[in-house]
């Protein structure tokens, strides 16, 4: 959701309904976030976290590891239902016909987007501006009292059409935000049918992408990366737990607050990531978390109509208190998937039958995640290796440095567990426990020998990368200034060009000396043109075939000069022995002296070294 507007025009809009219209509304799941306060948006969190998306994995990819927010995230924060039927049905090109019938409303022919103005109006809230000096409160009282005015207080069609709309508006503008400001028709076929209630319709709460609710996503910011410091505990015991955060203010310029995000996220402290936020909070007064409670733990897919995502929980162990054991992270071709790709389909789509593999898989609520991993190695071993890379070209994702530190301390603590429970045991000797001390040194000595051989590794091919581009740069400097003397070359041929067909024109029939010359110095020009293009096309070709072109830059430079050094050497010789036979033999007529053939194309290329 892009404006904070959006949040009180629809808490205001719920507050106008009559009791038996909220009641509904709670029996079908959705009451809880309407007690949740109006948070604050924090677009340099989000902005951050969204950077840190891996698309493929549908996973945030941090210094630690992977993360992912999970349908227990969802249950504890915003006390949604995360149980139940797959949100599935049909999907059509056009709603026209359907917008008109089940909210009056008109939809532009051929268009699936109803305007948010003409909806919100349908709800009473005509005037949703702000007055100048009014307060939050104030503001929210007054559209809830003037949209109460066009509610129906009984039962009945209207009241059906009332909540309809509102369900459009809820879901389009705050539960399943998109960017835009027309609100998407795409559930509106799950409203035809009130009675129904949408048995589930929270299932497929799309929190495994970093658009949609913020709220969600920022409190589980706050939840797993308390040290980023973005939000302030001010009403504990709430629940859903999202009741208990604010966002905290921050003044600075959007730019400068994501820059600093960035680097703080860079540097987290691995042993201050809480893996798992909930251990202290208990199942009282929830019952609904018992019927939640088998869908926790689990890899699964989620769906939402035309948007099926998967939920892989496999690459994030540890939030389940699990160590974290080798894995093959998933790439976007191996799956044939129902994704984005799919949105604004131009056919009639049932989703029951499209994503019916993805459907079975939700019911048999997906697979369960195991481990028998003693430690993290390995896995960040791999995570390194997929993630490392991309420090050094794009900036996108933690270095490999800090994936080697956060081995490292990982491996530490857990030498440390495992002294404090043999300690803690009283059975062991003085003996065992020095020995495994001695134990923990030796492998926090291997890790460590490890860590520098990596960070060898990683500064020799920091130097490789600075190297070809030193030379790259060189190559281009090369190719610029031959370009400029092809270019210079040209236009003399153009000029001489020019000259001769002046003379042609004025010069008597018997006077032919001079267009001879001219048409001898032309040829040698455009000779001397051809092969100066020619080495700049092969320029080009070197340098996108190696980066490193060190060699293929000496073997260029050398050419060029030999070309150019040859070229000229040979305009003079033929120059002068025109003069000769031009001297000795002025009877051979118009053709002058005897023109050679023109140099193998091949002379002086950056591949040939220059050789003739």
């Given at each position: 959701m892009r404006a904070r507007v959006s949040w009180t025009l629809v808490l205001a809009a719920f507050l106008a309904f009559p009791p038996f219209q909220r009641e509904r509304i709670e029996e079908m799941g959705f009451g809880q976030i309407f007690r949740m306060e109006r948070m604050r948006v924090d677009p340099a969190l989000t902005q951050a976290l969204r950077s840190r998306w891996d698309t493929e994995a549908s996973a945030f990819a941090f210094p630690w590891g992977h993360m992912i927010p999970s349908l227990e995230n969802v249950r504890w924060i915003t006390r949604l239902r995360v149980y139940g039927r797959a949100v599935s049905g049909y999907t059509y090109p056009c709603y026209h016909d359907l917008a008109e019938r089940l909210l009056d409303l008109l939809v532009e022919s051929g268009s699936s987007l109803v305007s948010r103005v003409a909806l919100q109006e349908s709800l009473g809230l005509y005037e949703a501006g702000k007055n100048a000096g009014e307060s939050e409160d104030e503001y929210l009282v007054r559209l809830a009292r003037v949209s109460q005015r066009e509610r129906a207080s009984e039962p009945g069609p209207q009241a059906d059409l009332d909540l309809r709309r509102f369900l459009i508006l809820f879901f389009g503008r705050l539960l399943f935000a998109t960017r835009g400001d027309a609100v998407h028709c795409r559930f509106l076929p799950l409203l035809e049918d009130l009675a129904h209630q949408f048995d589930g319709l929270s299932t497929s709460e799309r929190q495994t992408s970093t658009s949609g609710f913020y709220p969600f996503l920022q409190v589980w910011a706050y939840l797993h990366l308390p040290a980023l410091g973005r939000g302030d505990l001010t009403r504990s015991g709430f629940v859903p737990i999202a009741r208990r955060w604010d966002s905290r203010r921050d003044i600075r310029h959007l730019v400068d607050q994501l820059e600093r995000l960035q680097e703080v996220i860079d540097s987290y402290p691995y042993l201050d990531v809480v893996w798992q936020p909930y251990l202290g909070e208990g199942d009282e007064g929830q019952p609904c978390l018992v019927q939640a409670r088998p869908y926790f733990g689990r890899s699964v897919w989620l769906h939402a109509l035309n948007l099926v995502l998967p939920l892989n929980l496999f690459l994030t162990q540890r939030s389940l208190g699990l160590r974290q054991s080798v894995v093959e992270f998933p790439v976007r071709d191996r799956f044939r998937r129902p994704g984005r790709s799919f949105r604004g389909l131009h056919d009639t789509t049932d989703w029951r039958e499209h994503a019916r593999e993805q459907i079975e898989n939700w019911e048999r609520k997906g697979k369960g995640v195991r481990s028998d991993a003693t430690t993290d190695d390995a896995y960040l071993q791999a995570y390194a290796l997929k993630y490392g890379g991309k420090v050094d070209v794009t900036g996108e994702i933690a270095s490999l440095p800090a994936l080697l530190q956060s081995a490292l301390q990982d491996q530490e603590r857990s030498e440390l567990e495992r002294v404090r429970g043999t300690g803690a045991g009283g059975a062991s000797s003085s003996l065992s426990a020095v020995g495994s001390l001695s134990l923990m040194e030796a492998r926090l000595a291997g890790a460590v020998l490890r860590a520098e051989e990596a960070q060898r590794h990683l500064e020799e091919r920091e130097r490789n990368l600075?190297?070809?581009?030193?030379?790259?740069?060189?190559?281009?400097?090369?190719?610029?200034?031959?370009?400029?003397?092809?270019?210079?070359?040209?236009?003399?041929?153009?000029?001489?060009?020019?000259?001769?067909?002046?003379?042609?024109?004025?010069?008597?029939?018997?006077?032919?000396?001079?267009?001879?010359?001219?048409?001898?110095?032309?040829?040698?020009?455009?000779?001397?043109?051809?092969?100066?293009?020619?080495?700049?096309?092969?320029?080009?070709?070197?340098?996108?075939?190696?980066?490193?072109?060190?060699?293929?830059?000496?073997?260029?430079?050398?050419?060029?000069?030999?070309?150019?050094?040859?070229?000229?050497?040979?305009?003079?010789?033929?120059?002068?022995?025109?003069?000769?036979?031009?001297?000795?033999?002025?009877?051979?007529?118009?053709?002058?002296?005897?023109?050679?053939?023109?140099?193998?194309?091949?002379?002086?290329?950056?591949?040939?070294?220059?050789?003739?």
């Open positions: 600075e190297l070809a581009h030193e030379q790259a740069m060189t190559l281009q400097s090369e190719r610029d200034q031959l370009r400029i003397r092809a270019e210079a070359a040209e236009a003399q041929v153009a000029e001489m060009t020019r000259e001769l067909a002046t003379l042609r024109v004025q010069r008597p029939p018997g006077d032919q000396e001079e267009v001879t010359r001219l048409r001898a110095e032309l040829l040698a020009q455009q000779t001397l043109e051809r092969g100066l293009q020619q080495i700049v096309t092969d320029i080009g070709r070197s340098r996108s075939r190696s980066r490193s072109g060190a060699s293929v830059s000496r073997a260029t430079g050398a050419s060029v000069g030999q070309y150019l050094a040859g070229s000229s050497s040979r305009w003079r010789n033929e120059e002068e022995e025109r003069r000769q036979q031009g001297e000795g033999g002025a009877h051979e007529g118009r053709g002058g002296g005897k023109m050679l053939p023109p140099p193998d194309r091949r002379e002086g290329s950056g591949e040939s070294g220059g050789g003739q």
